[in-house]
């Protein structure tokens, strides 16, 4: 555990900023499974789903009031921050396995990458906490991969929402034919030499 107070001080008062990026999100998945609710002709799959984020939700805005409360200055600070982590990773890996309603592409890729980016960032909280001493370049990495798992469930809010982010839209099917235009190009070439 890191000896330092301010180091704990520090991780504990910067995590509140993330997790008020999180609670928007919440209140935004809640205006929409209500929008849905009045939609839906009792989708099995969709209330299912519904339900499940309503929970996961429920889950993330426990983490962020609990994460809020944690005392920088407490001996067990960094073992508090450690355990809610832990439980968040759960919560995400519980989100990523829902069965995802086919209305809603992408979802389910972006909520695996979310799971597997929170679970590098607690994996590195960890190291960079739990060693002789505290380590920043581990929990640098490990806020990164944090950024990342909560980027992805900002897309997920913005698909459920009916919104397709520009950063996940993919041009493969252009990039693959102006492949294919070059490769020809460059065989003609070479059988003409």
Same mark, same amino acid.
């Given at each position: 555990?890191?000896?330092?107070?301010?180091? #704990?001080?520090?991780a504990v008062? %910067?995590?509140? $900023?993330?997790q $008020?990026?999180?609670?928007?999100y919440?209140? @935004?998945? /809640?205006?929409?499974?209500?929008?849905? &609710?009045g /939609?839906?002709?009792?989708?099995?799959?969709?209330?299912?789903?519904k339900?499940? +984020?309503?929970?996961? =939700?429920?889950?993330?805005?426990?983490? %962020?009031?609990?994460?809020?409360?944690?005392?920088?200055?407490?001996d &067990?600070a960094?073992?508090?921050?450690?355990? !809610?982590?832990?439980?968040m990773?759960?919560? =995400?890996?519980? +989100?990523?396995? !829902?069965?995802v309603?086919?209305?809603?592409?992408?979802?389910?890729e @972006?909520?695996?990458?979310?799971?597997?980016?929170?679970?590098?960032?607690?994996?590195y909280?960890?190291?960079?906490?739990?060693?002789?001493?505290?380590?920043?370049?581990?929990?640098?990495?490990?806020?990164?991969n944090?950024?990342?798992?909560?980027?992805?469930?900002?897309? #997920?809010?913005?698909?459920l929402?009916?919104?397709?982010?520009?950063?996940i839209? &993919?041009?493969?099917?252009?990039?693959?034919?102006?492949?294919e235009?070059?490769?020809s190009?460059e065989? &003609?070439?070479?059988?003409?030499?």
């Amino acid at each position: 555990m890191p000896a330092n107070g301010e180091i #704990i001080e520090r991780a504990v008062n %910067d995590f509140p $900023k993330v997790q $008020k990026r999180m609670s928007v999100y919440y209140i @935004l998945i /809640c205006f929409l499974l209500l929008f849905l &609710t009045g /939609c839906s002709k009792q989708d099995p799959v969709l209330e299912n789903y519904k339900a499940n +984020m309503n929970q996961f =939700f429920e889950n993330i805005k426990v983490f %962020d009031a609990s994460i809020d409360a944690i005392d920088p200055s407490s001996d &067990t600070a960094a073992s508090q921050l450690l355990s !809610l982590l832990d439980a968040m990773d759960t919560s =995400f890996a519980q +989100m990523a396995s !829902l069965e995802v309603p086919e209305s809603f592409p992408g979802v389910s890729e @972006l909520a695996q990458e979310a799971s597997s980016y929170m679970t590098e960032a607690v994996s590195y909280f960890h190291q960079a906490y739990e060693g002789d001493s505290f380590d920043a370049v581990l929990e640098d990495v490990a806020r990164q991969n944090y950024e990342r798992a909560n980027l992805r469930l900002q897309y #997920i809010v913005s698909i459920l929402h009916g919104d397709i982010p520009e950063e996940i839209i &993919t041009y493969d099917d252009e990039d693959t034919s102006s492949d294919e235009d070059t490769s020809s190009e460059e065989d &003609t070439s070479s059988s003409e030499e």
